[in-house]
């Protein structure tokens, strides 16, 4: 395994003091299977202060939990120390968190087999659970008794699922039981984390595995809407990897109220509960014309894009003619920021209160209507004339 340069050092740094280090988990596992890791994480039996002594730059990140972040070469590594996990008393986090000596202990508290694995450039790869074995078949499997471990930590149970989904790898019969068997226990679980491990599910490149979580009956204690076989899920990883892209197109059947419901009870940031809230409202509107291509815009702003995409997978219609209609209409406007007159004009020729506004209003959908005319001289032409119809906010 061909390590960076820094993590050698570190390796060897800590060796030289007397100590082992390991790089362990998923950079191990991402390594065998041929892609690049996302970082290293670092398996040693020093302890964090130890650490803190070997290494000029650290940060205490989690001292708690034995991880200390050691920088080299600008870059941050995690070294936890060795641990075996106390008492799970919650079906959430141990009651403590045992510092041991023993790699074997670090590698049996580990969820799956794949995650399991540990390596150093002397000593090569530690892999007492048949971790490489089941990653050249593509399997999950829960490290010792899966539903022992799914009652310690019922995350698990959903890292099953996304690591099947993330990997393309098939849950072994036995941990896929022990899975159905305890869904119940996903209640346990803060919907902070949920929702992170649902959000990567949906990401991967087999969001089809959202019906696994379905199936098992995890989803009943936090997206009890969903079903499965109604909607096509397979269709969810051909869209673009934009999470609110991707929930919307789960939630379009459902209507905006209850998207928004939904995206609020998984406690998501604002932006994020609107763009998929408006996304769900907007999906239906008829674009035939620029015109309605404009008031899309004027609508869904930043999103449109995302809308369009909505609108062509569930429509069948082609997303290249929806992106070329928008590229025309980009520049053109679509609010009352960028109309060429503002309520201060209005006032000027005599408008007052309300009619200010509805005034206003009129005159955007006239220059979306015809966007050669958002001139001040085209637009006051327009309001003093014809503008006193009531604007249709869509
Ligand atoms: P990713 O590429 O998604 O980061 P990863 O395998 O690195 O995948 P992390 O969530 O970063 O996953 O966790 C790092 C390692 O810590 C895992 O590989 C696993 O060995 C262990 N681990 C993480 N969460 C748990 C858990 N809830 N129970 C047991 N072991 C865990
Ligand atoms: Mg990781």
């Not at 390590?3 to 790089?23: A, D, M, Q, R, T």
């Not at 930590?153 to 990997?167: E, I, K, N, P, Y």
């Not at 035939?288 to 219609?317: F, N, W």
């Not at 020729?349 to 509805?358: P, Q």
Request: neutral net charge.
């Amino acid at each position: 395994m061909k390590l960076p340069e820094s993590v050698v050092h570190i390796l060897e740094k800590l060796n030289k003091n007397g100590f082992e280090g390991y790089v362990v988990g998923g950079c191990v596992r991402d390594h065998i299977m041929g892609k690049t890791p996302n970082d290293y994480d670092i398996a040693t039996s020093a302890l964090p202060e130890d650490v803190k002594k070997i290494f000029n730059h650290t940060v205490d990140t989690g001292i708690k939990h034995g991880t200390v972040t050691v920088i080299a070469d600008r870059k941050s590594y995690e070294l936890t120390t060795y641990r075996i996990d106390g008492k799970y008393s919650d079906n959430r986090h141990p009651d403590e968190v045992i510092f041991t000596d023993r790699l074997s202990g670090d590698l049996s508290r580990r969820d799956f087999t794949a995650n399991a694995i540990a390596y150093n450039p002397e000593k090569g790869y530690v892999d007492i659970f048949g971790g490489r074995d089941d990653i050249k078949n593509k399997i999950i499997r829960g490290v010792g008794d899966p539903e022992k471990r799914f009652r310690e930590d019922a995350l698990r149970m959903m890292r099953a699922v996304r690591f099947s989904a993330q990997l393309d790898f098939e849950i072994e019969k036995n941990t896929l039981d022990a899975l159905i068997k305890n869904a119940e226990l996903i209640k346990n679980i803060s919907i902070e984390r949920i929702r992170e491990e649902l959000f990567k599910l949906i990401l991967s490149n087999h969001a089809e595995k959202l019906e696994i979580l379905i199936n098992s009956g995890m989803t009943k204690y936090f997206l009890p809407e969903i079903e499965a076989g109604r909607t096509d899920y397979a269709v969810l990883s051909a869209l673009s990897r934009d999470i609110r892209l991707r929930l919307a197109y789960i939630l379009k059947d459902m209507g905006s109220k209850k998207a928004n419901e939904i995206t609020k009870r998984l406690k998501w940031d604002n932006k994020s509960i609107r763009d998929v809230t408006l996304m769900v409202k907007l999906k239906n509107m008829d674009i035939d014309s620029l015109y309605a291509m404009r008031r899309l815009k004027s609508c869904a702003e930043d999103i449109t894009p995302l809308v369009l995409e909505l609108k062509s997978a569930i429509e069948g219609h082609s997303l290249d003619e929806y992106n070329e209609m928008y590229r025309t209409v980009k520049n053109d406007c679509t609010s009352l920021k960028a109309l060429a007159i503002d309520g201060s004009d209005l006032m000027e020729a005599g408008f007052k209160g309300r009619e200010i506004g509805s005034r206003l209003n009129s005159a955007l959908d006239y220059a979306m209507q015809h966007p050669e005319k958002n001139s001040k001289e085209e637009l006051m032409d327009y309001v003093m004339k014809r503008g006193d119809k009531k604007w249709q906010k869509h």
